[in-house]
């Protein structure tokens, strides 16, 4: 864990960063040793608390106390700021921020319990009730995309071809129909989606299981904007098959990993 501490509270830390750099200080923490009381007391010192005050033997505490935290919770991100001084001498967060990590809710149901989905994309909720993982960024090309790996090298891709990806999302290694449909509903109602790039590779899923489930979810959907499909691996001729037999006007069968992001720019600007 690294954390990361400056005495210019109350604005963002990227602001303070790029005006201040000597303002800020990283310190990494060794998981195995955890956060020590002498590097706690260096960071409270950095802080400009007065070594030996009683603020100071608070500030320690406190970021002992969030490290603590930080572990036994599964937490990601504690951000605290402004952390301020009250004129009795009691250090306090005044507001923080705090990220846990999706895959430890089975271990902490009760901090889950509070998530407030109404605070989030609801495209992001349905995805991760299906079982994806989708992030909105804003480009006009949908991705479809099973591994963060391929996910990531295809959004390179389409940078590289001159478009801008709409999204990340990954429908994980056992895509199913229903999956695919989910994810097919989310692009095709994001208004600023002009095309949508489907890349898959069937390793531990057959592809032409895959291009069924793509079939069927189009069938159901009515799709409106053209659906680039690239898939290789297990049965990636019959999946192939299958697309091109389908019949559906939207569906753009392609095989090559670089083809398949030119057309879906081309789509796109088109």
Not at 228 to 257: C, M, Q, Y
């Amino acid at each position: 864990p690294m954390i990361i501490a400056s005495p210019a509270g109350g604005t963002s830390i990227e602001d303070v960063a790029e005006a201040t750099p000597e303002l800020i200080t990283t310190q990494a923490v060794d998981i195995m040793e955890g956060l020590t009381a002498d590097k706690a007391t260096e960071i409270a010192t950095f802080l400009n608390f007065i070594p030996g005050s009683a603020p100071h033997a608070a500030c320690v505490e406190l970021l002992l106390n969030m490290y603590d935290m930080f572990c036994k919770t599964d937490a990601t991100m504690i951000e605290v700021n402004p952390l301020g001084q009250l004129t009795d001498g009691r250090v306090l967060a005044c507001d923080a921020k705090v990220l846990f990590d999706d895959n430890a809710d089975f271990r902490q149901k009760e901090i889950f319990l509070e998530r407030d989905l109404t605070q989030e994309d609801p495209r992001e909720v349905e995805a991760d009730q299906a079982g994806m993982n989708y992030v909105h960024i804003g480009g006009n090309i949908g991705c479809l995309v099973n591994g963060a790996g391929l996910a990531m090298s295809t959004m390179d891709l389409i940078f590289m071809k001159g478009g801008a990806p709409a999204n990340f999302l990954d429908v994980g290694g056992g895509s199913q129909e229903e999956q695919i449909v989910t994810a097919l509903r989310l692009l095709e109602g994001d208004s600023e989606v002009k095309s949508m790039l489907v890349c898959i590779f069937g390793g531990i899923m057959r592809c032409d299981i895959i291009a069924r489930g793509i079939i069927g979810a189009a069938s159901k959907i009515s799709l409106s904007k053209p659906l680039v499909v690239r898939l290789a691996g297990t049965n990636s001729e019959e999946a192939k098959a299958l697309l091109e037999a389908s019949g559906i006007a939207s569906i753009v069968p392609v095989h090559d990993f670089e083809a398949a992001a030119e057309k879906a720019v081309e789509l796109a600007s088109g």
